[in-house]
């Protein structure tokens, strides 16, 4: 119990951390000076600090859905696979409730983009509407997908039978899933090929528009949830898709599990240095191929086992 | 050695391609004519006789197919020698021509002589590849727009062949190991394949790309539009030397299917034939201009041997491949100078010869056009005769007879359209139009007369004797 | 092992036909081969068979680096088109290509009782050739057809390895003898069309 809350409070922490890094090395790459690692923090304490605006226009919704924004996600963190063997886990929440939580959190975020009445906030909400209603279908059958492997619906319990018994015979399901998982990812996250989180430039911002005239601790609690999403991605694909290192002590379990926390954060990183972020309406192309490898992930496994 | 020496003209018709003199292509035809000793040495010898291990085996079959291209390859390179005279190419385009002739010649022979899968589909591809460049000779933007075309779906065709290949590979390989690549082994042990299944599927994979490459039903105006984009030793060298040896494979994979399960293939192609015919007869009666309507009647003569192999008529399709093999070479090459007043001419084509030559080619030429329709004298027509009994007999084995024999009377009324089609031609050949002279070189009537003479031998009993005793 | 490399190779192959630029598409088909090549190894020293360890690694070296160099090369050369969108919008492959998966999945399930070894690879190697014929029916420009007749050989060459256990060896060569006259007659064609224009 205590190793299960340890790992929520880890997680929590590193959120911050994660983006940072994604930051820094994207910089490093661009041979600029890069960030602190720190940074999320300095943010956050600064933002805390500060006076937070609402507009004239705005109803109680905003002072509301900055809060069920992190709450569901927070939510989420208590649902994951466990990081170490014989650790404490929920099993029986599954793929539907987790992606459920998930588009709670996005629908009280186009609320609040909505909810000032500026032109932004509807651009942003509509957009990022678009974009989730093509990710959740992806999400559910990749989920799906990877439960049917691990013989459980449960998405803890699931983590635990991979790590238990490693799908050999269905490596190629596997791979598709977890190729299918990444891009759901990046897509979700706002990352890159999808959507800039550092600039707001009006064409192509999503995730920016929608919190463009929050301020002070509300801008703090969505930061957070946008860490938070991105650490419950990055645990989840390393619980489901990463299952090793899982029988050691508790110490040596949690090192091995944030180190695949950071290799995924650095394979997004460098993914993002490499791409070009695409126009809007092909971001329909990227989230349609991850359909096609969630929806091949599943064939494999039901026509040929494999 | 044998081997060797089928294998020097065409070897030496590539080292020559590579001196740029004009004396040097003077030579190619004589030295081409050495190609038939060893044939002939192979007609003498035991058969089987085994060229390169159990890799490459004559027996009759192949050594007659053999006999074929190597007349069709003699004839070819002697009307190349004109062909600066009758179109505009480059002398090095003329000498690029020569090369991949000689890499063709040498694909298409290991591939008539494979007695293993491997090495017939690569020569198969080998030719397939050389014709694309021969095909670009000409420098026109549509033989460029058709070479590319032949090089993907004959790429695909052939693709489809070797994906049928391997399936059969491995529905033998269980039973027989690496021989399962060995031809006489499949069809040794065709009684105790552990997979039928496996092996109809990859024979029907193979004879579909098969099909597919020489024209049948998908692609009929595929072959015609790149004929008539090429110039017209390619049409002869695709029509004479290239489908048979794409040919010689459907017979060989056929014999094995058929010892599998005869009923099942016969259908599968008589289905298939009647759907080629069907479309390619009314493409004919469409046809404007020579290259396309003598490809198209190749197409549909292909068609025929296939379905008369397969319904067990042997020999008629022996007869019939041969003389196809030796009729439609001389008519694409005639259109050489059948052409030269204009593409689309049909009217008049056949007037305004002067000389001896031009007497001697314009009989030739008027000859072929009419045996191609299976005109009594012609081999075609007692290959027909011989070929629709055949059919007939195997529809009063069957279950079916009235459908048979429908389908047989539907094939004979689609046989007449193209005769009605090529009869009409021929007339207004001869007796529409205005006069225009034409020239013809001697190399052309000599390449004629040598098809006139091989048509001839096929008659001969002794032939015909030989024939009967492949099958 | 195995089935892991089965399937990035067919994911290299989906990605390849969503590929709109002619590098891209190079490269996936450089995966695609290393793949293969890797496949051919592992396959090859788990059998035991020298022949498909020397095709393996002929496959590599020939498929995954000398081939998309060239062909590199000749795009610069003769200047092709670098940008090469598809025919057939993304929206309608996302369709058209679970199709074909399906269908050639359950096209295959009578073969799966007939091979030795694992019987997936049949499946998985038809639907590869279709989906190489797609990538040659779905572009216009050349380069991308010439790629997806190179992927179709791709796919032929991992039925060859996995549905029959190495072909023999005499036949390997000459199939790569043959890529490599492609190769050359694709550069001979691509050669005249610069100098027509």
Request: net charge positive; aromatic share 14%; proline share 4%.
């Given at each position: 119990m ?13 959120a ?22 720190l ?25 509301i ?16 696979p ?38 932004f ?32 619906l ?8 991979l ?6 015979e269905?490596m190629a399901?596997?791979?598709f ?11 979700e ?41 991105f ?61 096609v ?14 | ?48 006789y085994a ?17 074929l ?16 005279r ?40 080998m ?25 993907i ?32 082994a499949l ?7 552990p ?26 105006l ?62 004919i ?9 003598f ?29 196809h ?19 689309y ?58 459908a ?44 004629l ?23 | ?10 994911a290299?192959?989906i990605?390849?036909?969503?590929t ?7 490269f ?5 081969s ?11 020293s ?10 393996g ?31 057939i919008?993304?929206?309608y ?45 779905e ?9 997806g ?15 029959t ?7 390997e ?25």
């Amino acid at each position: 119990m205590i190793g299960y809350l340890a790992t929520i409070l880890l997680l929590l922490l590193l959120a911050p951390i994660l983006l940072s890094f994604i930051k820094a090395v994207k910089m490093r790459l661009l041979y600029k000076r890069p960030v602190s690692l720190l940074q999320g923090y300095r943010d956050f304490s600064k933002l805390l600090r500060k006076e937070s605006l609402v507009s004239e226009e705005a109803s109680a919704v905003t002072r509301i859905a900055p809060f069920l924004v992190l709450s569901p996600l927070l939510l989420v963190l208590f649902y994951l696979p466990p990081i170490a063997k014989g650790a404490f886990y929920v099993s029986f929440v599954d793929a539907f409730t987790i992606t459920g939580l998930l588009a709670l959190s996005t629908f009280f975020l186009m609320l609040l983009g909505l909810d000032s009445a500026g032109s932004f906030g509807g651009m942003g909400s509509s957009r990022e509407a678009f974009i989730s209603a093509l990710v959740e279908p992806a999400m559910i059958l990749t989920i799906f997908s990877v439960s049917m492997m691990a013989g459980d619906l449960g998405v803890g319990q699931a983590g635990v039978n991979l790590a238990h018994h490693f799908p050999k015979e269905h490596m190629a399901s596997y791979l598709f899933a977890a190729i299918s998982f990444f891009i759901l990812l990046i897509a979700e996250n706002g990352r890159i090929p999808v959507d800039n989180p550092e600039t707001h430039l009006e064409l192509t911002m999503i995730h920016e528009a929608m919190i463009l005239d929050i301020s002070g601790p509300y801008l703090a609690l969505i930061e957070t949830a946008a860490s938070v999403k991105f650490v419950i991605f990055a645990s989840l694909f390393a619980g489901l898709f990463l299952p090793f290192g899982m029988d050691h002590a508790w110490p040596v379990a949690a090192a091995i599990f944030v180190v695949k926390l950071f290799a995924v954060a650095l394979a997004v990183a460098i993914l993002e240095v490499n791409t070009a972020k695409l126009r809007l309406f092909k971001v329909p192309n990227l989230l349609g191929i991850a359909i096609v490898f969630a929806f091949l992930s599943l064939i494999t496994y039901y026509v040929l086992g494999a | 050695m044998t081997l060797f020496f089928l294998l020097l003209p065409p070897l030496l018709m590539f080292a020559a391609s590579f001196v740029k003199t004009s004396r040097t292509r003077k030579l190619l035809p004589l030295s081409s004519f050495a190609v038939l000793v060893p044939v002939a040495l192979l007609f003498r010898l035991p058969k089987p006789y085994a060229l390169w291990g159990e890799y490459l085996v004559a027996d009759d079959l192949n050594t007659y197919i053999l006999l074929l291209s190597s007349v069709v390859g003699i004839g070819v390179t002697l009307a190349l020698l004109t062909l600066d005279r009758h179109v505009k190419v480059s002398e090095k385009e003329l000498y690029r021509f020569y090369r991949f002739f000689g890499l063709f010649w040498v694909g298409l022979s290991l591939s008539i002589l494979a007695n293993h899968m491997g090495i017939f589909w690569i020569g198969l591809e080998m030719a397939t590849l050389s014709t694309v460049y021969m095909i670009k000779t000409n420098r026109s933007p549509a033989a460029h727009k058709e070479a590319w075309n032949y090089m993907i779906v004959g790429a695909i065709a052939i693709s489809l062949v070797l994906f049928g290949i391997i399936l059969i590979y491995a529905a033998y390989k269980p039973l027989l190991g690496e021989k399962a690549m060995l031809f006489d082994a499949l069809l040794a042990n065709s009684d105790r394949i552990p997979s039928p299944f496996l092996f109809e599927l990859g024979f029907a994979l193979t004879a579909v790309g098969i099909f597919v490459k020489m024209g049948f039903f998908p692609m009929n105006l595929w072959l015609a539009h790149i004929e008539r984009a090429a110039f017209y030793p390619v049409a002869a060298l695709f029509s004479g030397i290239l489908e048979s040896g794409v040919m010689a494979g459907f017979f060989r994979f056929s014999t094995i299917a058929a010892a599998i399960d005869h009923e099942r293939l016969f259908l599968f192609v008589l289905v298939y034939t009647l759907l080629t015919l069907f479309i390619v007869s009314f493409l004919i009666f469409r046809a404007k201009d020579f290259m396309r309507l003598f490809s198209l009647s190749g197409v549909e003569h292909m068609a025929l041997i296939a379905l008369f192999w397969v319904s067990g008529g042997t020999f008629a399709a022996l007869l019939h491949f041969g003389a196809h093999a030796f009729l439609k070479p001389a008519l694409f090459l005639s259109t050489g100078v059948l052409e030269s007043t204009g593409r689309y001419h049909f009217a008049g084509a056949l007037r305004g010869y002067h000389g001896t030559r031009g007497k001697v080619f314009w009989f030739l030429a008027g000859l072929f056009m009419l045996a191609i329709v299976s005109i009594p004298p012609s081999p075609m027509f007692f290959s027909e005769l011989y070929g629709f009994g055949a059919m007939i007999e195997q529809a009063k084995a069957s279950d079916h007879l009235l459908a048979m024999l429908g389908a047989i009377t539907l094939l004979l009324v689609l046989l007449s359209v193209i005769f009605y089609r090529f009869v009409a031609i021929y007339q207004s050949m001869k007796y529409e139009g205005a006069e225009e002279g034409k020239t013809v070189y001697i190399s052309e009537v000599l390449a004629l007369t040598i098809f006139a003479v091989g048509l001839a031998a096929l008659l001969l009993p002794g032939t015909m004797a030989f024939l009967k005793g492949i099958g | 092992m195995v089935d892991f490399l089965i399937g990035l190779f067919l994911a290299t192959l989906i990605t390849a036909l969503f590929t709109t630029r002619l590098y891209r598409l190079l490269f996936w088909y450089s995966l695609n081969s290393l793949t293969l090549g890797l496949l051919a190894l592992t396959v090859g020293s788990r059998i035991g068979d020298t022949a498909m360890l020397v095709s393996g690694g002929i496959t590599i070296a020939l498929k995954a680096l000398a081939i998309p160099y060239i062909l590199k090369t000749l795009s610069q050369k003769f200047r092709l088109s670098r940008q090469t969108p598809p025919t057939i919008k993304t929206q309608y492959s996302i369709i058209l290509v679970p199709a074909i998966l399906v269908f050639t999945f359950y096209l295959a399930e009578p073969v799966t009782h007939m091979v030795q070894g694992n019987a997936n690879y049949v499946a998985i190697s038809i639907s590869s050739l279709f989906l190489s014929l797609l990538l040659m029916i779905e572009h216009r420009n050349i380069a991308p057809k010439i790629v997806g007749f190179l992927s179709m050989e791709n796919a032929l060459f991992l039925l060859g390895t996995t549905a029959t256990g190495g072909m023999p060896m005499l036949v390997e060569l000459g199939i790569f003898f043959d890529l490599l006259m492609a190769i050359v007659v694709v550069n001979l064609l691509l050669y005249r069309e610069e100098v027509e224009s």
